[in-house]
């Protein structure tokens, strides 16, 4: 996945090429990288160069030669710092998001920006020397004051750009990952919701009942197809996330029930509640989905004589309260594999939506039929 | 001698179908039995011993492998075992393993084609299978179906087992079990000196007790390795066990027989 993709291009080219080139092989592996690190530190030695040249009448490829080595031996610096920097800070403190995106922050790099400036400009300027074989006249050592200044405020300048390019590269790739972790796992619960929702083992048990009514009863075949087919459209809006009335929900509910209810036949009964005026009232859509489709699978199906659901809604003051009611097997016999995750789900819509003032609770229910109650309780305010 | 077949599947109309098709597929077969539940789809094949069982694997009661696993265990020696067809809408572990261990299964909306290849086989199976008792590789098979669709072990070892009796609650060392032994919801837990009884299932205890301790040697029995003191083998496939801390004798199934190889 290139994650550069539609983002702007100035804002993110760096980050873009970054993180687009470790996803995708470059061409030129080592000179990609190299420009990616270098063009930075090469493209203010440029500029400084020209700058320099021009004001001291200097020849430019010499200036070019100094400040090159200058410039590169100063981001050389600066790396090395913010690399061992960053490697420190994180083995304190291990999972420092800045630190792992490589920034030991301001505190170790504002005075590692200044000592790189002036080890960088002398090392430099050595080095420089070196090369082109003439030891020190009037550059960069001349006698004239005012120009070692200049150059030695210019170094200054480039470093603190450079580190500061270096530190917005860093946050933005931290804030690029945290992002991208979000969108992940946004997706992943949308695509959970949907495979919860269109679990294979109730669908594929509706079709075999479904081709057996085709042969037997066509017009019951019709009648189980019609729900089918409410039940499957709801479930992709809902997976689209959004809300409907809770007649929309009930119905919903019921058509879920009224398949399960050719299959499992006499040892299902079904009780829905749902009072006149709440009708119209706005609730996550398919919200109790998950847990009807528990009370079915967990507390009825294992039980040999089946038994009854009740799903009601009343109001309770400033709370709306629906509950799921089965009369099956209980808490305590109840396999738990995939129950879990219906509930999480369903904490986790409230949660987004109403924070605290939401909540869903299970218990066994305390009467003589036994089985389990799941209560959900959020504010009565419409729903988002 | 006409076959005779045993059907469980908890939903009715699948029930009916899967029964209408068997008559225009396999005129000659009699359906002795159709049952709903896992309880009556083992005791209707143990009483009535049909050739062919076809079990869902979705059944209230108990699951159609724990009915394939209680008839290898329980099916007297001297009567040839009945070919399995496992039958499921979607169980993808299942599957994988039913495929892996060669095993007849059948998918839900069930195929003509698929059912009358199924027919097929079983036909020609009868007409080879061996005269007694589940065929040395049917246990094979059984086992390592059973062992590949057992729950992957839980991160959290139980070290400390919590009875309750009356208002105590009894803190029992996992290391002073000496067995485990299911009974009916419950999970009756013997040490040496005295039992208790919890309510958990083994299938929830199994998956939290370390296997190289506690084996498993029945489909309700699992035996602290260290607390057996010999074990006797039968001419039925099944294994005695004497245990050093109590005086009891249990027994190991076929299933588990290989546990105890003797040499």
Redesign the interface.
């Known amino acids: 996945m290139n994650v550069a993709r539609g983002a702007p291009p100035s804002a993110l080219s760096a980050q873009g090429v970054a993180i687009a080139s470790a996803d995708r092989p470059a061409r030129w592996p080592l000179l990609m990288w190299l420009w990616r690190e270098l063009r930075i530190g090469l493209s203010i030695s440029l500029i400084a160069a020209t700058f320099i040249s021009t004001m001291f009448r200097d020849p430019f490829l010499r200036t070019l030669i100094y400040s090159l080595c200058i410039g590169l031996s100063i981001q050389l610096l600066i790396e090395s710092g913010r690399y061992f920097g960053s490697a420190w800070r994180l083995k304190r403190d291990p999972g420092n998001p800045e630190a792992t995106a490589r920034w030991p922050g301001w505190m170790w790099m504002g005075p590692w920006a200044v000592v790189s400036a002036v080890i960088g400009y002398f090392g430099g300027s050595l080095l420089a020397d070196a090369l082109i074989g003439q030891h020190r006249t009037h550059f960069p050592f001349g006698p004239d004051l005012h120009a070692l200044s200049v150059i030695l405020m210019l170094s200054l300048g480039f470093t603190i750009s450079a580190v500061y390019f270096l530190h917005s590269r860093g946050r933005m790739a931290t804030l690029q990952a945290l992002t991208e972790a979000a969108q992940r796992r946004a997706t992943e619960a949308q695509l959970k919701l949907l495979q919860s929702q269109l679990e294979?083992?109730m669908?594929?048990?509706t079709?075999?009942?479904?081709?057996?009514?085709i042969?037997?009863d066509p017009e019951r075949a019709q009648a189980m197809l019609d729900r089918l087919i409410a039940f499957l459209r709801a479930t992709l809006a809902a997976s689209r996330s959004g809300s409907h009335t809770l007649a929309d929900e009930f119905a919903r509910v019921d058509d879920y029930l009224a398949l399960i209810a050719?299959?499992?036949?006499a040892?299902l009964q079904v009780q829905l509640d749902l009072p006149a005026e709440l009708r119209g009232h706005a609730v996550p859509a398919l919200l109790l989905q998950p847990l009807v489709e528990n009370s079915v699978r967990h507390g009825l199906?294992?039980?040999?004589d089946?038994g009854r659901i009740e799903v009601r809604a009343r109001r309770d003051g400033d709370a709306l309260v629906l509950s799921v009611r089965d009369s099956g097997v209980g808490l305590?016999?109840a396999?738990t594999?995939g129950t879990l995750f219906g509930l999480q789900q369903v904490r986790e819509r409230l949660a987004t939506l109403f924070g605290e003032r939401a909540s869903l609770t299970l218990h066994d229910a305390g009467d003589a039929d036994g089985g389990v109650e799941a209560t959900v309780r959020m504010p009565m305010q419409t729903a988002r | 001698m006409t076959p005779r077949a045993l059907i469980a599947e908890?939903?009715?109309?699948?029930q009916?179908?899967l029964r209408a098709d068997l008559r225009a597929l396999w005129p000659e077969l009699q359906v002795v039995a159709a049952v709903?539940?896992g309880?009556q789809a083992l005791a209707e094949a143990l009483r009535l011993r049909p050739e062919v069982c076809f079990l869902d694997i979705?059944m209230?009661?108990r699951s159609g492998l724990e009915v394939a696993q209680a008839l290898a265990e329980d099916w007297p020696a001297d009567e040839p075992f009945p070919l399995l067809v496992f039958v499921t809408?979607?169980?993808q572990y299942a599957l994988q393993a039913f495929e892996a261990q060669a095993v007849d299964y059948l998918?839900?909306?069930?195929q003509r084609e698929r059912l009358a290849a199924s027919v097929q086989r079983l036909r020609a199976r009868l007409a080879q299978r061996a005269s007694s008792g589940p065929a040395p590789q049917t246990i094979e098979q059984l086992r390592a179906l059973l062992a590949s669709v057992a729950?992957a072990p839980a991160a959290e070892r139980l070290e400390v087992i919590q009875a309750g009796a009356g208002h105590t609650v009894h803190l029992v060392p996992i290391d002073d079990v000496v067995y485990f032994e299911a009974a009916d919801?419950y999970l009756r837990v013997v040490t040496p000196e005295r039992e208790h009884l919890i309510?958990m299932?083994l299938?929830e205890l199994l998956p939290r007790l370390d296997p190289a301790k506690f084996w498993q040697v029945h489909r309700g029995t699992v035996v602290r390795a260290r607390s057996i003191a010999s074990a006797q083998r039968h001419e039925s496939g099944k294994v005695s066990l004497k245990l050093r801390e109590r005086p009891e004798t249990l027994t190991a199934s076929r299933l588990y027989a290989h546990l105890f190889k003797g040499h």
Do not use: C, W
Request: glycine share 14%; net charge positive.
């Open positions: 294979p083992h669908l594929f048990n079709l075999a009942n479904l081709r057996v009514l042969g037997t050719v299959r499992m036949g040892r199906e294992p039980k040999i089946g305590g016999n396999q594999g | 908890d939903e009715a109309l699948l009916q179908a709903g539940d309880e979705r209230p009661g809408a979607y169980d998918v839900k909306p069930l729950p919801k309510r299932s299938r």
